[in-house]
């Protein structure tokens, strides 16, 4: 009889009572149920974490694409500047009696200043893209009754010499001499006609109005930027 009452005893405390679902089912069925839950909350999370991951290459995608876009705008917008005409051609509009050494030539007329990087007032071209450009200078001098008389130009480029006029001893006859040249120049380089020496009575001829004649002029363009 001891015996039975023991047996009975360590069922009632191995052998688990299940609890009842307050809806009426059995607690296998409620963890069943809630498992089930679970598994289709974590499918949804995983499928969320793919279209993040798939957002993400997108996104990255139109990212490159913007920066694509933004470099290729640059680049056109440089290539325009690049094709930008630049071109001047200025006259002395009177005559230059007497310039002295190291006088700076105004050609104070504008007829072309595409661009404008001629300044008619103080005679200076500033090249405003680097690359190879041409200058063009033509002057010319009216007799003169002193014949010892001289009057030599330089084209500079920023102070250095890159053409070589000279006006001399002409007395019975107008002198005519031109000077052409081809530069690599970079963004700024400034352009100037300077008197380099001169002597005796001479004069370098502006336009004339009666005739319509433009005797003494500059002219220059870029031919190719880099």
């Known amino acids: 009889m001891a015996g039975l009452l023991l047996v009975a005893v360590i069922v009632h405390v191995f052998v688990p009572v299940l609890p009842q679902n307050p809806l009426g089912g059995s607690a296998s069925e409620c963890c069943e149920a809630q498992a089930d839950t679970l598994q289709g909350i974590l499918q949804r999370v995983t499928s969320l974490e793919r279209e993040v991951q798939t957002l993400k290459a997108e996104n990255a995608i139109l990212l490159k694409n913007a920066s694509s876009d933004v470099a290729l705008q640059n680049e056109i917008a440089q290539l325009k500047s690049q094709q930008q005409p630049i071109a001047f051609f200025a006259e002395l509009s009177n005559?230059?009696?007497?310039?002295?050494?190291?006088?700076?030539?105004?050609?104070?007329?504008?007829?072309?200043?595409?661009?404008?990087?001629?300044?008619?007032?103080?005679?200076?071209?500033?090249?405003?893209?680097?690359?190879?450009?041409?200058?063009?200078?033509?002057?010319?001098?009216?007799?003169?009754?002193?014949?010892?008389?001289?009057?030599?130009?330089?084209?500079?480029?920023?102070?250095?010499?890159?053409?070589?006029?000279?006006?001399?001893?002409?007395?019975?006859?107008?002198?005519?001499?031109?000077s052409s040249t081809v530069v690599q120049a970079m963004k700024g380089d400034q352009f100037w006609l300077s008197v380099g020496f001169a002597g005796g009575q001479h004069t370098l001829a502006g336009h004339k109005q009666r005739e319509g004649e433009i005797h003494s002029h500059v002219s220059g363009f870029l031919i190719q930027a880099i």
């Open 95 to 178: 005559d230059m009696v007497n310039p002295s050494s190291g006088q700076t030539v105004v050609f104070d007329q504008i007829l072309t200043n595409v661009g404008n990087a001629y300044n008619p007032s103080t005679g200076i071209f500033t090249a405003p893209l680097p690359g190879t450009y041409h200058f063009n200078v033509v002057l010319s001098s009216p007799e003169n009754r002193d014949g010892a008389h001289y009057m030599h130009f330089f084209l500079l480029q920023n102070g250095r010499k890159i053409a070589y006029l000279f006006l001399d001893h002409n007395t019975d006859y107008w002198i005519h001499t031109s």
